[in-house]
């Protein structure tokens, strides 16, 4: 992992865990280059928690994709503890999402052919850091106990994505990256999931970068940030 | 290291939960390799056995010398020759009978031989026992176990005479006895004789000449027949090799298919692997790993199959060699190491043709663009620009090889180029058909149909071209076989047309043999043969070996005897002697067309003889020429005298064969009547397209196994793409008979193009491979009832292997078309 030295900067954010300076990025339109990021400027504390809002498309995703390694910007900087994301090559960038970041994508999640148990602790088993008291006590108050050597397919959604966030938090990551995890559940369902994300990523010392719609749920974070028009406003 | 562990059984968790997709997958590249390993271990085993009988003794490479008027000759000829500082050893050549199967007794004097032959010779103690008293017979272990008997055993070979005990020779030829040559002259009730001399080594040049040490009585026999041999038994072998490489192909292209879906199906998995975390350099050794495990027990288990493939063909095998080549096969398997090695390292290569595009696509893209079908298909978009591209390019190869290559290999690749062309060309008319289909189409399900079955062509475009690929080799080799066996069996009944054939002891046998036979009433005619060998030179510095016939004039030959092209009055050029006819194989070798000259060399001096006639000679080796008995006869008074064909009522003739062998005794030193002949001509050839014919059944079961495993496969993809046509209200059951449909129809239209394809390759077959192999060509036959066949065979294999995956969609719960909604997010 390349470590790059810092500028001076000021002093909130020289302590933070996640650093976005000046990020931009546009995707490849019919029409041209469609710019979704236009220069995003975002601090992240360790421990601390920020709700990311926004209209549908207003590049969210694309923001905790950019975050997670898992795409390429077009400017700005990313840096999480010492490390600069947009300079790491491929192998830097995996180390980072297995040791360093949890994330609860959107659409995608787990690995249908494992099993629950599998699935919640495949992360943690690549990053060499399987805990099986901690797994077990994660299954426990996500509620999945009980259905540890079932299928993701034979869940239901609000318990697939209990799984996605158990896996997730699993490796005990520094940073906690949800891509509106709650968004296909109901009420109810939602508020247990995100307090129980809340709270898990409490006890493991995680930061949690949250993408929701809901005000409701935003308000539950330490901190709200909109996306709007490629940028960000707090 | 644990990073790679878990993403090792994370990928193979695939298979777990998929256990019909891995079978599909292991059982391609299993058949593959089974089919590549068991051509190729009959290969193998035809190959040693025909090196050990071409290399066993006496028929070594070595020079010999002979007797100038055939027969034996005194082996004071032997002492005069060694007194005289020549190399030879005496050779004493007989026949014995053990049981009820003839067996070959070859009389030598270890001490002289050549070196060839002697470094398969006992040595040291077993040298001084093989001399005896009471000395040895060396045998094959083979033979030794097919006769039942053990080392020691002394059995008897006629009333009086019983062989000196057993010995196993390794390396002797199967079929042969081995003893002294002084056991040799006795057993044989030869004092004195031998029947040839092999020259250990070239005299040197200070040497006396032969005729000055013993005058004309010997002449020298160049070792020719063995690269000719050598030549029609590589052509046997390449044709064997291709076939197993067809079949290796047609493996490639199943493997290919279900490698290519199983990584397309696994790219969500793959993708969730890269989200979080797993390095791309673990995946890929997790994929490398997985991909390397896989191709070593299929390959092992396709070896297993290669193994039992062999075994059964083999006495097929065995006795189509025996009959085309007098080569005695081994009865059993044995296996070389490097067999081992081939079979698996065809396995290993496979696999990793099979999954190099899919493992490259799925390490180069983008992590959020793997799972992405659109992303995926994009690579696919010119998909079908690039298979007519590289269709081009390979038919462009076959016809260069067409025009420029020169032998059999040059032919085989034609062929290859081809049958790759085609193969890849096919899903162009397949996608045309389906676009006219799809602008044709009228309501909104034939409208899906259409435009579904273009969107699942890329995934079961390689199977398909498996089923092309077999279905033209059965066509193309059903008609070569065919086309063979009715050419064969008219020409056996032409040519052999006198009712009975024998050969006497010796020219005094002859004459009394001819004598009586006058006398008998039953006997309408005695054609006398008489056979004489030469070299004729082809271009300056190089000649070829050739047998001439003489035969009399007679209604037997001009009425009967089968001629592919000749002068109208050729018989009666024939009878004037100043003409010849000659074998198809011949006249193409030595570039003689109708009508040329040709100087025949004779011991009384060259003899111009015209071309009037060209006949086909299915069952020889060796070039022939045809010409009148006493031209012949004038031209070499040695010439060999003691072949005679008899022509009689059929009925009389077991009687007259009764006759001349109550009578005569040993002085009829063969017999056999026409149909006996007949029955023992096509058998061999039965045999030996036995082998090809299993062989293209094989490669049409592989095909249907490729079928079968695309389908397997893509069963599990087409749940989503169903679920909303079930969801508008198409029933299950009229789901499942689209997908019957659609699969037939892909076979149906495969089989269309594989009639034009098939013929292509049986022309390929007949009228250049077999020219360039076997010096003659069969004429091209068409089979339309044999198309209808593949036809059905395709359908039949199209149903058969779609049976399985769409009765499982028809009864499919609807819960799991329901969880494609749900899974939807
Ligand atoms: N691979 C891509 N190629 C082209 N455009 C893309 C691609 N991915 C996203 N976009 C576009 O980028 C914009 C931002 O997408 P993004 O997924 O980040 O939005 P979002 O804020 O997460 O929306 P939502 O709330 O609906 O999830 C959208 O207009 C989308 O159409
Ligand atoms: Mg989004």
Redesign the interface.
Known sequence: MSVISAPARDAAVEGALLRVTGLSKSYLGPQGPLPVLRGVDLTLGAGESLALMGESGSGKSTLLHLVAGLDHADGGAIHIDDAEVTKLDDEGRAALRRKTLGVVFQQFNLVPSLTVGDNLSLQARLAGRYDRDWRDALAERLGLSALLDRYPEQLSGGQQQRVAVGRALAPRPRLLLADEPTGNLDEATGDAVLNLLLELSATAGAAVLMVTHSARLAARLDRRATLAGGRLAP | M??FF??LT?LT??W???PGQFAALFVGLAVATALWSGVAALNDQARRSYDRAAGALGLGGSPSLVAASGGFFAQDAFIALRRAGWKVSPILEGTIRLGDKSYRLLGVEPLTLPKISSNKMPEGDDLNDFLGPPGRALIAPQTLRALGLTEGATPTISEADRLPPLAIARDLAPGMVVVDIGAAQRLLHRPGRLSRLLLAEEPTADAPTLESVIGETLRRVEADEAPELAKLTESFHLNLTAFGLLAYVVGLFIAHASFGLAFEQRL??I????????????LSLALVAELTLLALLAGAAGMAGGYLIAAALLPNMAASLEGLYGAELDGALGLAPSWWLSGIGMALIGAAIAAASGLVKTLRL???AI?QPFAWREAQRHWLYRQAALAVLALMGAAAALLFGEGMEAGFASMAGLLLGAALALPLPLAAMLRLGERRARGPLAKWFFADALQQLPGLSLALMALLLALSTNIGVGSMVEGFRRTFTQWLDERLVAEIYFEAASDKDAQRITAWLSHREDVAAVLPLCKAKTAIRSTPGSSWPVEIVGAPPHETFSAHFPLLEAHADAWNSIARGDSALISEQHARRLRLALGSTLEIPTPTGDWRVEIVGIYPDYGAAKGQLRVDHDALSSRWPDARRLDYMLRARSETAPEIMLALQAEFGAGVARIIDQAALKQRSTDIFERTFAVTAALDALTLVVSAIALFASLTTLAAARVPQLAPLWAAGVSRRSLALLELARVTLFAGATALVSVPLGLALAYDLVAIVNVRAFGWRLPFHIFPSQWLEVFALALLTAALAALLPIRRLARIAPASLL?VF??E?
């Open positions: 644990k990073q878990y993403t994370t968790s695939h777990r939960r998929r969500p998995i993708r969730t692997l890269r989200a979080i975390g797993a390095s791309l350099r673990a983008p992590v959020l799972a969880a749900a899974n997010r």
